[in-house]
């Protein structure tokens, strides 16, 4: 039996993304071939990627798009022609309206016309085009909506005092108390009168913990000569940013400035003056003659933290 499509060849696209939930898009490539087999189309080009549709760096879509205009412009048998672009869904092309009149329209430039499997109407044709339109709409809306509502979940979270950004790296033994559920969090991390909890990760399991340092340990480290490169590398194996912004967020930035300060004018430090002498605020004489902490067993790194 003959269709509208006999004889055609066409690439075809297929993609999912976190919004698509537990979407599979081999079971897009899966429709799309049996719709083609349907059709007596002859596929030339197929394509599958897991990639948000929020813009258009998508390297299989872009792929996609190149054999159809290098197809345009070929003189030989060898590269076919490609009549079709078939999607599942429009939205798998695109969820924003603007870009996806700009692909529909580079797309048919080339000779190529545009098919859905969910609906197979001639994109091309006047009443295509305007529902096709209104489809890039909706599929727009939805992304907002969905947008929207994740950031109405995240907030939620927060106020619940649950943690929606990233992992600490580093963290001050001191600083380190819990929740009325267990959870460990920091004394100075609150939302409100809520302790945030999920910013401390003690799990030996898991892939990145949070590194626990001891106040003391840390201002000796530095009145022995150590910079904070060389703590945050050789002592805690982290990288110098997170254990910086720790300083910072726990209200320590004065002491340290002032304690580097004092090492670098010679009052401390290696071959200046003994650490015995060294008194600095919460550090005598004998905190400085302690050996470093030993790091092994009980450093951390903090999931989600680039180091």
Known sequence: ??????????????????????????????????????????????????????????????????????????????????NLLIAWHSSRISRDEQDY????????????????????IETESDAGKLVMDIEAWHNEKFRSDLSDH????????????????????????????????GEPCLKWDRIGNT???????????????????SEQDFYRWIVEGYSLTKIASDKLHVSKTPLLKMITLSGRKGVVDELIGRTERGSVGKGRETPEKAVVKGIGSEQSEREPLQTEGTTFETEGVSE
Request: aromatic content about 6%; overall charge positive; hydrophobic content about 35%.
């Open 195 to 213: 302790m945030v909890a999920g910013k401390i990760r003690l799990n030996d399991k898991v892939k990145h913990r949070t590194v626990i340092v």
């Open 1 to 82: 039996m003959n269709t509208p499509y006999q004889g055609m060849t066409a690439v075809t696209y297929s993609r999912v993304s976190t919004d698509d939930k537990d979407q599979d898009p081999l079971h897009q490539r899966d429709e799309i071939r049996q719709w083609c087999e349907k059709q007596g189309v002859t596929i030339v080009g197929e394509y599958v990627e897991e990639r948000s549709a929020k813009d258009m760096d998508r390297p299989q879509l872009m792929a996609a798009i190149g054999q159809i205009a290098i197809a345009s412009i070929s003189t030989t048998d060898a590269v076919p022609k490609v």
């Open 150 to 181: 994740t950031k109405m979940g995240m907030k939620q979270r927060s106020l619940a005092g649950n943690n929606m950004g990233r992992h600490y790296s580093v963290v001050f033994q001191e600083d380190i108390e819990y929740n009325d559920a």
């Open 101 to 120: 009149k700009n692909l529909s329209n580079m797309i048919e430039s080339y000779g190529t016309k545009i098919r859905y499997v969910q609906n197979p």
